[in-house]
């Protein structure tokens, strides 16, 4: 089978082509990735040299050169997983996130239709179903809640969302959506909360937590992520949406708290900044149709999933620090210098 991923120079998408390359020696993997600042070639220096891989810097928005590889590489399957992902910078700019996120879904789609692709998986966002109130935690995201996003990035997802519903009624596009928790992991870029604290607390920094830290996030071992979607792209019902999460709700200040314990740093470290616009304030995910149609279930714990992550950050300071000494400084103090 030859898989197109995109988005593959970034977090999950690069945890994806570890993922498919360990688990289908023969499979072919073609990774597509513009290389923003979120695209990172380091992060698959293991890979690059492998005669299953192939990777093609190029802008899924970018419609003449997307035809062209598709003409050239003639994927069975297509994941798009590139994206403008950071709620905080579609607050700051809104602008790429649509051209990304909608309009390059849109490409990628024109493509798979001419090129009979015989599936194509959109990565969505549990983000596209707003939030929950923190007095309900009865209170779950199913495929049937409502759209109902808050940021200009969820609403650039939601609205792929619907083009790839619309490809497959109208064209009979074969497709599927998956909207997942939050994930954490290995590769994660220091801008999302956790490696941006483990980060910020190895460098004996100030952790700046939102608001009052009380707002809930569900968090999901990245290769947990992995394993559901490949499970869909082989098994999932075509023009299906499954959602994907663990039943692992935590605090913000909790993680935070988590990592500090962890790496032995003091709370004292801990700042309580101006919120985030629009901030989401609970997700929650009810996992159940894809247990129950596909038998997804993760297999990595809160607790050992965040040791293994803190772990990962420690034994490859390189990676990360490579990262924070660059043009993120711009951001990070534009971001947070007023806060
Ligand atoms: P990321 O920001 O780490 O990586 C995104 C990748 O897409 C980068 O490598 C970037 O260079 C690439 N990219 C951006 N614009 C592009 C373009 N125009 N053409 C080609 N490549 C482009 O993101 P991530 O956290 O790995 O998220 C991957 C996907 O999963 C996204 O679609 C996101 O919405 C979704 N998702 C993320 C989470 C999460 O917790 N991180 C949870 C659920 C869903
Ligand atoms: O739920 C899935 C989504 O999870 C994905 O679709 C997004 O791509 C991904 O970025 C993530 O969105 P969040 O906004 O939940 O993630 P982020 O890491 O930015 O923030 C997590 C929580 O932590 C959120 O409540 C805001 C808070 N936060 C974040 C940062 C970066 C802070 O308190 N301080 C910070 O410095």
Redesign the pocket.
């Known amino acids: 089978m030859k898989w197109l991923v995109t988005g593959g120079a970034g977090f999950i998408g690069s945890n994806f082509v570890f993922y498919l390359m360990d688990q289908y020696p023969e499979d072919q993997i073609v990774c597509v990735d513009s290389l923003t600042y979120a695209g990172n070639l380091e992060t698959l220096e293991s890979v690059m040299e492998d005669p299953r891989f192939s990777f093609a810097k190029v802008d899924i928005a970018d419609r003449k050169a997307i035809y062209a590889l598709f003409e050239q590489e003639k994927p069975d399957v297509v994941v798009n997983f590139a994206a403008e ?4 910078r579609s607050v700051m700019d809104p602008g790429v996130f649509l051209r990304t996120n909608v309009l390059g879904t849109g490409v990628l789609m024109d493509a798979s239709r001419q090129y009979g692709v015989k599936r194509y998986h959109q990565v969505s ?3 596209v179903y707003g939030d929950l109130p923190l007095d309900r935690p009865d209170l779950f995201f199913t495929e049937e809640t409502p759209i109902h996003t808050s940021s200009p ?1 969820s609403a650039s ?1 939601a609205s792929a969302d619907l083009l790839v519903q619309a490809y497959h009624r109208t064209f009979g596009l074969p497709v599927s959506i998956s909207r ?3 994930n954490y992991g290995p590769y994660q870029f220091p ?4 490696p ?1 604290m483990i980060a910020n607390a190895l460098n004996d920094k100030p952790l ?3 608001g009052t ?1 009380e ?1 809930v ?1 569900d968090w999901l071992y990245v290769t947990d992520h992995c394993a559901a979607i490949d499970l869909i792209v082989r098994k999932g019902k075509e023009g299906s949406v499954y959602n994907i999460g663990g039943h692992n709700e935590r605090t ?1 200040l909790e993680v935070v708290k988590t990592i500090l314990h962890t790496l032995d740093k003091p709370e004292s470290l801990i700042h309580f900044v101006t919120d ?1 616009p629009g ?2 304030r609970r ?1 929650a995910i009810d996992p159940a149709k894809i247990h129950r149609e596909l038998g997804w279930l993760p297999t990595t714990a809160f607790d050992e999933g965040m040791k293994k992550t803190i772990r990962w950050y420690l034994d490859n300071r390189a990676w990360w620090e490579h990262i924070i000494s660059g043009d993120y400084q711009n951001y990070y103090s534009k971001m947070y210098g007023n806060r």
């Open positions: 992902t950071h709620v905080d966002t549990d983000e990035y997802k997942c928790s939050n801008e999302k909360l956790i941006l700046p937590v939102y830290g707002n996030r913000n985030r901030h989401d997700y």
